[in-house]
């Protein structure tokens, strides 16, 4: 089944961040909300749920896009042992282009809901790539 433990590196670039109109007046990305990938889908379909602390989200004010527009990036390694419930779908991973759940949450713990709370206006997919752990 391969290595016995492998890494694949999640992420969206901010070369081509998701970029977001935020709507709430709770608070915004990066104060009063956080952003939260919660699972990726690979190429094959195959849909991997993320733990919260998997992968490191970040937004900025998006000074092109006026009041209210922000982007948001994401980078993250995630560990598969041989055991994992998605071992056989990362072992088929190479590197490829990958969709995305996310959400954001409030200080509070309140979800933001698309299309009241923000629109996404531009969603490029983001990459993972599968590295092989090295053995000592």
Do not use: C
Request: charged share 30%; hydrophobic share 35%; no cysteine.
């Amino acid at each position: 089944m391969g290595e016995p433990n492998v890494m694949v590196n999640f992420r969206l670039d901010r070369d081509q961040p998701l970029r977001i109109r935020w709507l709430a007046t709770d608070g915004v990305p990066g104060d009063g909300y956080k952003p939260q990938v919660t699972a990726v889908t690979l190429a094959s379909g195959a849909r991997l749920t993320m733990d919260a602390s998997a992968i490191l989200e970040s937004t900025a004010p998006d000074h092109t896009g006026g009041i209210g527009s922000y982007l948001m990036t994401f980078n993250g390694m995630v560990g598969y042992a041989v055991d994992h419930a998605d071992r056989a779908h990362v072992d088929r991973l190479d590197d490829e282009e990958i969709d995305y759940d996310l959400e954001f949450v409030s200080d509070t713990g309140r979800v933001a809901i698309e299309g009241e709370d923000y629109k996404i206006v531009d969603r490029p997919r983001g990459h993972a790539r599968r590295v092989q752990k090295q053995a000592k």
